[in-house]
């Protein structure tokens, strides 16, 4: 028996390779499926099926290209209605692989198709517990993500209390669970960085499987405190249900090179988003005019999905070289298949071929203390969390969320120039590179708040202090 999770940091997401005496099964695959196909070939092993715990909210899943290119069916729990062909699974229902055995747990509340896999050995020992959104590390799944439903965020969650209480707590202490999710997913609110553990760990440590608890009051914390979910997941819900463009076409397509004036003219011609994957000081030393920076090397694919709203935007990329099939990769992962090419040899072919570079300053916390004194007027603007910001914050200065730039642009004066910061300079530029693609004077705050603590110069308040944005 061999049990992989193939965890991918950037959506804090795991999917799963259960392989038995030949046969293989993947749970909640991601996108691009070529992956799992050469490990089960290397293994000299058969996919024989495809497991998807519930309809993803913040990720496309491969599982339609996967049964496709293998013929191993695609299972969901009862409930789920797909627009391509599935076997809708009844509950306790059991598929055999290998010598194992994997049983269908019927558990809504995250949503009403949501189901858990529980993995039988060979002795028919309860084993594994694969429990998608249900149950995570040091949380459950959030129950306001559940599409066109008549049923209310408090109905959702006490189908939850009833599912984790009938379904998940009566199974062994020593089953080991293996959760979509991990901490930096917005499907809960307080998961563990770890990413597995021992039912027994978390009946003892996880807040909402308390033995006491009541539905009333396990109805009240689940629900308190949720962020709105981020504009993409109904759409990449959407998609899950009805089933997607082959990943191979959305490759093809993206993996475009253009020319200097061949980008041009296609931004030109198609309105399309010029995205620029690189890191945040690259960007801020020289890039193409109204490219917006969302670097790859941070929460690349929840930024985008937070910041561009309609994943029929069409997109070209300017990335470092060699970076583009891995841009595209993950944009694919939420719903983005419309990039229709790159850009060349990247910003030093758009130097070369005599266009100018559009930059923008970043200054040291140094410099900024020393604006901030000079008696001239600076607008600084924190663009981290609102919790973040009431941690602690430098007085003085104003909080506008990162996730909420578009909806607060009317808040800002075209005539003015705005000083920003993040944490740690990540966020900062890509605020940045949305204000100055609409007109906007930046400057850049290098190392964000942590070289602002670092440099000694500032006065912080850590008290709760009312932001006048949303």
Same mark, same amino acid.
């Given at each position: 028996?061999?049990?992989?999770? =193939?965890?991918?940091?950037?959506?804090?997401?795991?999917?799963?390779?259960?392989?038995?005496?030949?046969?293989?099964? =993947?749970?909640?695959?991601?996108?691009?499926?070529?992956?799992? +196909?050469?490990?089960?070939?290397?293994?000299?092993?058969?996919?024989?099926?495809?497991?998807?715990?519930?309809?993803?909210? *913040?990720?496309?899943?491969?599982?339609? @290209?996967?049964?496709?290119?293998?013929?191993? !069916?695609?299972?969901? #729990?009862?409930?789920?209605?797909?627009?391509?062909?599935?076997?809708? &699974?009844? *509950?306790?229902?059991? /598929?055999?692989? #290998?010598?194992?055995?994997?049983?269908?747990?019927?558990?809504?509340?995250?949503?009403?198709?949501?189901?858990?896999?529980?993995?039988?050995?060979?002795?028919?020992?309860?084993? &594994?517990?694969?429990? #998608?959104?249900?149950?995570?590390?040091?949380?459950?799944?959030? %129950?306001?993500?559940?599409?066109?439903?008549?049923?209310?965020?408090?109905?959702?969650?006490?189908?939850?209390?009833?599912?984790?209480?009938?379904?998940?707590?009566?199974?062994? @202490?020593?089953?080991?669970?293996? %959760?979509?999710?991990?901490?930096?997913?917005?499907?809960?609110?307080?998961?563990?960085?770890?990413?597995?553990?021992?039912?027994?760990?978390?009946?003892?440590?996880?807040?909402?499987?308390?033995?006491?608890?009541?539905?009333?009051?396990? +109805?009240?914390?689940?629900?308190?405190?949720?962020? !709105?979910?981020?504009?993409?997941?109904?759409?990449?819900?959407?998609?899950?249900?009805?089933?997607?463009?082959?990943?191979?076409?959305?490759?093809?397509?993206?993996?475009?090179?253009?020319?200097?004036?061949?980008?041009?003219?296609? &931004?030109?011609?198609?309105?399309?988003?010029?995205? *620029?994957?690189?890191?945040?000081?690259? /960007?801020?030393?020289?890039?193409?005019?109204?490219? =917006?920076?969302?670097?790859?090397?941070?929460?690349?694919?929840?930024?985008?999905? &937070?910041? $561009?709203?309609?994943?029929?935007?069409?997109?070209?990329?300017?990335?470092?070289?060699?970076?583009?099939?891995?841009?595209?990769?993950?944009?694919?992962?939420?719903?983005?298949?419309?990039?229709?090419?790159?850009?060349?040899?990247?910003?030093?072919?758009?130097?070369?071929?005599?266009?100018?570079?559009?930059?923008?300053?970043?200054?040291?916390?140094?410099?900024?203390?020393?604006?901030?004194?000079?008696?001239?007027?600076?607008?600084?603007?924190?663009?981290?969390? !609102?919790?973040?910001?009431?941690?602690?914050?430098?007085?003085?200065?104003?909080? /506008?969320?990162?996730?909420?730039?578009?909806?607060?642009?009317?808040?800002?004066?075209?005539?003015?120039?705005?000083?920003?910061?993040?944490?740690?300079?990540?966020?900062?530029? $890509?605020?940045?590179?949305?204000?100055?693609?609409?007109?906007?004077?930046?400057?850049?705050? @290098?190392?964000?708040?942590?070289?602002?603590?670092?440099?000694?110069?500032?006065?912080?308040?850590? /008290?709760?202090?009312?932001?006048?944005?949303?």
């Amino acid at each position: 028996m061999k049990i992989e999770q =193939i965890y991918t940091g950037c959506l804090a997401q795991g999917a799963y390779y259960i392989e038995s005496n030949g046969e293989v099964a =993947i749970i909640d695959p991601l996108r691009e499926v070529q992956p799992y +196909i050469e490990k089960a070939e290397k293994a000299g092993a058969t996919i024989k099926y495809v497991f998807e715990t519930h309809f993803h909210a *913040d990720f496309v899943s491969g599982h339609v @290209d996967l049964s496709q290119k293998t013929g191993a !069916p695609i299972i969901y #729990g009862p409930n789920a209605v797909t627009g391509f062909d599935a076997i809708i &699974a009844t *509950d306790n229902q059991e /598929f055999k692989l #290998g010598d194992l055995t994997i049983r269908v747990l019927h558990t809504p509340g995250h949503t009403m198709e949501s189901t858990c896999y529980l993995l039988l050995d060979e002795n028919g020992k309860e084993t &594994a517990l694969f429990s #998608g959104d249900t149950l995570f590390i040091g949380d459950v799944g959030r %129950p306001d993500l559940a599409q066109k439903s008549d049923l209310t965020i408090e109905d959702l969650a006490g189908h939850l209390y009833d599912s984790l209480r009938n379904k998940v707590m009566t199974l062994p @202490d020593d089953v080991t669970v293996y %959760p979509a999710h991990g901490a930096g997913s917005a499907c809960g609110k307080n998961m563990s960085k770890e990413t597995t553990d021992s039912l027994g760990n978390q009946k003892m440590f996880n807040y909402a499987l308390r033995a006491d608890m009541t539905k009333e009051e396990f +109805i009240k914390e689940v629900t308190d405190g949720l962020a !709105p979910p981020p504009q993409y997941f109904p759409q990449n819900v959407k998609m899950n249900k009805e089933g997607v463009e082959s990943f191979d076409d959305v490759l093809e397509r993206g993996t475009q090179a253009l020319s200097p004036a061949a980008f041009e003219a296609a &931004a030109n011609e198609t309105g399309a988003v010029m995205l *620029d994957v690189r890191n945040p000081q690259d /960007f801020a030393a020289g890039h193409v005019y109204n490219s =917006i920076n969302i670097g790859l090397n941070g929460g690349f694919a929840p930024w985008v999905g &937070a910041l $561009i709203p309609d994943l029929k935007q069409e997109i070209l990329l300017i990335t470092e070289d060699g970076e583009e099939e891995e841009a595209i990769t993950r944009l694919s992962r939420v719903g983005y298949d419309k990039v229709i090419g790159y850009l060349k040899g990247g910003i030093a072919a758009w130097t070369n071929a005599g266009n100018e570079a559009g930059k923008i300053e970043s200054i040291s916390p140094e410099e900024l203390s020393k604006r901030m004194k000079s008696g001239n007027e600076i607008n600084v603007i924190d663009v981290r969390k !609102p919790s973040e910001w009431e941690a602690e914050h430098v007085e003085e200065v104003t909080n /506008f969320p990162l996730d909420f730039i578009n909806d607060n642009m009317a808040e800002l004066n075209p005539d003015k120039t705005y000083t920003i910061h993040c944490a740690g300079g990540y966020r900062s530029m $890509i605020a940045s590179s949305i204000l100055k693609a609409r007109g906007l004077n930046v400057v850049d705050v @290098d190392g964000g708040f942590a070289a602002i603590q670092k440099s000694g110069l500032f006065e912080t308040t850590a /008290f709760v202090c009312p932001s006048t944005l949303k």
